[in-house]
């Protein structure tokens, strides 16, 4: 029984994982826990609705038609309303990222309504693999290689890309990275825009196991920003080691305590995390000295 609810575990913990790291990607590039992060990515996984069931188009066209639309509007987010903001402090971004959160679910309800609706995708929850008596469904093995295929794909764009350098040296040291002729402003666009698409994938994996809905995306996004409190806000890594830890650590409370009480084990995490070690398990606590 242990070893299916760690598959369990790692199935949903898969999804923290990802919104963990794309906000940690924000964080990291700005020090702006996006909490517009969650609604981006359902916003996207309507597109993909639109394309694929109203209009009919093969899967693959809606999965590239929700990507095109999430960086988009990631690039948009960033270029009118973080760069535009007068003399702003980190506060101030926090509820420009809360306003844009409202403005999208207004807007998902004013378009599609609130009605819950079915993603369908090419990966079944209802067909199953059995290893050594431990069962996952087809749709859990999709998201579990979908988040791990992201990470392999983010490394190799920050460590052998001459873009992807430019955004660890701008995350590290914004100041010397404008100094040496990196544009700030720019990579900071990338930077929201590759956080969106990792939103989106996000979106589209919880559809299915969830329903299509303007709420869909509040609970796991809060558990992602639990995951990535956990893993470390400045470190990619700790942020997905701590969205498979919420996930395990979730549904293993969840069958041996108590299911009620399951959903507040990612703030209790946060609130002992920040207790304890602020700076996460793989983050990293820099101290201003003047």
Known sequence: MTGQLIISGLTIGSIYAMLALAMSIIYKASEIPNFAQGDMGMISTYIAYMILVVHGWPFWMAFAGAMIFAVILGFLFEFLFIRRAKEPNILNLIIVTLGFQLFLYGMTGWRWGSDQRRLGMPFSETDTINVGGVVISHLGVATILTSIIIMVMLWFFLSRTKLGLAMKAV???PMAAEINGIPKDRILGISFAISSVIGAM???MIAPITTLDPNMMWDPLMK?????????MTSLPGAIIGGYLLGIIENLFGFYVSLEFKSVVAF??????LVFKP???LGHHYVRKV
């Open 171 to 173: 995350q590290q040291n």
């Open 202 to 204: 996000a979106g589209m």
């Open 224 to 232: 992602g920003f639990a995951a990535a409190v956990l893993g470390g």
């Open 268 to 273: 209790l995490i946060i609130v002992l995390v």
């Open 279 to 281: 700076a996460g398990i």
